[in-house]
């Protein structure tokens, strides 16, 4: 069974920065991408940045230029280091990883919560 496990969630005032891990249970080549996404309350899922097994990155327009996404192959962990936040960054984040023919695994989420 695959396990995805986040923390580095917490309170941060506006323009303040903190760093997400996430923790694989099976190293990080078994997954063709991975990758971060939030959920605000009232709100749907929302994808934020992705990272391929190739090393590829995208973004989303909203965190696009403040959040960087990496990883780190000896430690099956994958980071998400965000700069610059502002309280509509305020959600749950949830770690995720895609295996061809098998879908989508996902983390049980961390909150961040950026007060003005």
């Known amino acids: 069974q695959v396990q995805l496990v986040e923390s580095g969630g917490g309170l941060v005032q506006a323009g303040g920065s903190l760093r997400l891990s996430c923790v694989f249970s099976?190293?990080?080549?078994?997954?063709?991408?991975m990758g971060w996404a939030r959920q605000a309350p009232g709100k749907q899922r929302e994808l934020v940045a992705v990272i391929t097994s190739g090393g590829s990155r995208n973004y989303s327009d909203s965190v696009k230029g403040r959040f960087t996404i990496t990883r780190e192959n000896g430690k099956k962990t994958v980071y998400m280091q965000m700069n610059s936040l502002k309280p509509e960054d305020t959600a749950v984040y949830y770690c995720?990883?895609?295996?061809?023919?098998?879908?989508?695994?996902w983390g049980q989420g961390t909150q961040v919560t950026v007060s003005s």
């Open positions: 995720a990883a895609n295996r061809p023919f098998q879908g989508t695994y």
């Open positions: 099976e190293p990080l080549f078994t997954f063709n991408a």
